[in-house]
């Protein structure tokens, strides 16, 4: 995994303030924890041995997963 840009997370601060400013749907809510998720992991994995890292990381993917539609 390669470690997330500052442009990345710059991108998904911004739509994060946009986000509270204007609101969302539970869709794009979903999107945005989706790309949050893949940026706590990504940093994660560039921080081998960071525990505190690897735990916002899997709470982070578990309220992803949990956002997701049911099939």
Partial sequence: ?????ISEVNAFLA??????ELGADSAEY?????????LME???ANSPGDADAA???RLA???ADALKPAN
Avoid: H
């Fill in 42 to 44: 990504r940093i994660a």
């Fill in 15 to 20: 739509d994060l303030q946009t986000l509270r």
């Fill in 30 to 38: 979903a999107a945005l924890m989706e790309r949050k998720a893949d």
């Fill in 55 to 57: 735990e916002v990381a």
């Fill in 61 to 63: 993917r578990e309220r």
């Fill in 1 to 5: 995994m390669s470690r997330p840009t």
